[in-house]
């Protein structure tokens, strides 16, 4: 989960070295935090946070596959 999330954050915005992910585990599932610099946060988000949305949708259908709760939280 962790390495789709890294994937597609760094194809998105303009510092990739500066994306960061951190996977871990919660009482409600998996929890992915995506942090990236707080000028590319707007390309992740996206409007009306269309981009963002379809981050957690991609990251939901692939935790579906094995039977897991999946919350992509995004920090700047």
């Not at 946070?49 to 919350?71: D, F, H």
């Amino acid at each position: 989960m962790k390495e789709l999330i890294e994937l597609i954050a760094k194809s998105l915005v303009d510092k990739p070295e500066d994306v960061e992910v951190a996977e871990f585990q919660d009482e409600k599932g998996v929890v992915v935090e995506l942090k990236v610099a707080p000028e590319d946060m707007g390309k992740v988000i996206g409007k009306q946070g269309k981009i963002a949305r379809a981050i957690r949708t991609l990251a939901k259908a692939k935790a579906a596959k094995t039977g897991t709760k999946v919350l992509v939280e995004i920090l700047s």
